[in-house]
């Protein structure tokens, strides 16, 4: 395995961050998103968003990033959940590795430290919602011992995706079997 860090995500992460997640979806997602949506993401516009998000000393989200060999090789975000009315459940938003740190037990890792960090944040419960499609990563999500809860639709720049949602009842238990 690769030498990796898992480290909270610093302003000047941004284009990395932005370079990790579009070509993470560029990498993952062939013949799970269209390839119009794909064609149409823009690093240099995401970069400005993710800097004004870390920019925003209101925000709450939690942001990380990966290095591997010095390389950011894979970025995660995580916050309140954003549909729950219990202000005790979290939510991973994001979480992405470049093909090259796949499989290297990075991504639980990952998932780990968010869920170490909601749970130092007061949240008890889990949650995240990924396309129904994304075969691996739910295979991932299960193995992590996440309970599939519902179906619903991903909205992103006008294509409406089918996705579903997971849930980690107590985080506690997640860190215990996986950290
Ligand atoms: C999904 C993702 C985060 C998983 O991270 P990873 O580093 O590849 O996974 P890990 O190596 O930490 O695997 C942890 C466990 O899950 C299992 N696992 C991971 N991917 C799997 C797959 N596709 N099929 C079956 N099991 C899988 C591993 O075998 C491992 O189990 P083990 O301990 O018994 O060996 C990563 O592959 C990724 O970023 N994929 C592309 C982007 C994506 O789809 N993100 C999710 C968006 S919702």
Redesign the pocket.
Do not use: E
């Given at each position: 395995m690769e030498f990796f860090t898992v480290r909270r995500a610093k302003l000047k992460d941004a284009a990395d961050i932005a370079r990790v997640r579009i070509t993470?979806?560029r990498?993952?997602?062939g013949g799970i998103v269209p390839d119009e949506l794909l064609k149409k993401l823009n690093i240099e516009a995401d970069k400005l968003r993710v800097e004004a998000a870390l920019a925003d000393a209101a925000s709450k989200t939690l942001r990380f990033v990966v290095e591997t060999d010095g390389k950011i090789t894979?970025m995660g975000a995580c916050g309140r959940a954003r549909e729950a009315a219990d202000d005790k459940r979290g939510e991973i938003y994001?979480?992405?590795?470049l093909d090259e740190?796949?499989?290297?037990?990075?991504?639980?890792?990952?998932?780990c430290e968010m869920a170490e960090q909601l749970a130092a944040n007061g949240y008890t419960s889990l949650q995240?919602?990924?396309?129904e499609r994304?075969?691996?990563?739910r295979?991932?999500y299960e193995?992590?011992g996440g309970k599939l809860v519902k179906t619903g639709v991903f909205k992103y720049d006008g294509f409406e995706l089918p996705d579903v949602t997971y849930v980690w009842e107590d985080i506690g238990r997640l860190l215990k079997a996986h950290a």
């Open positions: 993470a979806w990498q993952s997602y894979g994001a979480i992405y590795l740190a796949k499989g290297q037990g990075i991504g639980r890792n990952l998932m995240l919602n990924v396309l994304n075969a691996p990563a295979r991932f193995k992590l």
